[in-house]
């Protein structure tokens, strides 16, 4: 007998960055895959470009490659860029 099942798989497709101390999270936000090797660092409903500047997030319809440049990672930069901008957001509190 053959077994027609798929073959379950398991992706990480989303982290949650995150400074957290004894009273708790002092600042998380989120790295999420976009498709494509390309990744978004995210605190709904906002996304991060590379100059650590948040805005929302158009509409499919709306982005262009300029947008994406700006705007979508790989996966180690976006890791990185969000650790940075949570220490910020830290220090800025």
């Excluded at 605190?43 to 590379?50: E, H, K, Q």
């Excluded at 440049?69 to 800025?92: C, G, S």
């Amino acid at each position: 007998m053959t077994n027609d099942t798929p073959a379950v798989t398991v992706e990480i497709t989303r982290y949650a960055v995150s400074l957290h101390g004894e009273g708790g999270v002092f600042a998380s936000i989120n790295v999420e895959q976009q498709g494509s090797g390309r990744w978004a660092i995210t605190l709904a409903p906002d996304i991060m470009d590379v100059n650590h500047d948040w805005s929302y997030v158009p509409p499919a319809s709306e982005r262009d490659d300029e947008w994406a440049a700006a705007h979508l990672f790989d996966h180690d930069t976006a890791l990185e860029l969000a650790r940075k901008e949570v220490e910020r957001q830290v220090r800025e509190a």
